[in-house]
Nanobody, 120 residues
Framework: QVQLVESGGGSVQAGGSLRLSCAAS????????MGWFRQAPGKEREFVAV????????AYTESVKGRFTISRDNAKNTVYLQMNSLKSEDTAVYYC?????????????WGQGTQVTVSS
């Protein structure tokens, strides 16, 4: 079992920034592809960002490209999502996810989520 715990969510005004953190335990982050998903009220959970085991490769959903940055610190078993220029449509519960192979389709492990609310 891998445990993932998100933190850093909160309420901000449009145009503001937040940094989400995901701390992993039970297995080192270096062994896992890590990613972020989000789910807004009444909508399906959607992929946001992914980062490779090495940190060399990242990918983002089009709506956050240029505004969000995913990064990882394997020494601290932690993955981050830096969110800049936040918009009201970014409001959602953000979930950290991990998988030994890939996270974009059906990750093996999920965190409990952290709420991000952006007011316009």
């Amino acid at each position: 079992q891998v445990q993932l715990v998100e933190s850093g969510g909160g309420s901000v005004q449009a145009g503001g920034s937040l940094r989400l953190s995901c701390a992993a335990s039970g297995r080192t982050v270096s062994a896992l592809v890590m990613g972020w998903f989000r789910q807004a009220p009444g909508k399906e959970r959607e992929f946001v960002a992914v980062i490779s085991r090495s940190g060399f490769n990242t990918a983002y959903t089009e709506s956050v490209k240029g505004r969000f940055t995913i990064s990882r610190d394997n020494a601290k078993n932690t993955v981050y999502l830096q969110m800049n220029s936040l918009k009201s449509e970014d409001t959602a519960v953000y979930y950290c996810a991990a998988d030994p192979v890939g996270v974009k389709v059906s990750p093996d492990y999920w965190g409990q989520g952290t709420q991000v609310t952006v007011s316009s």
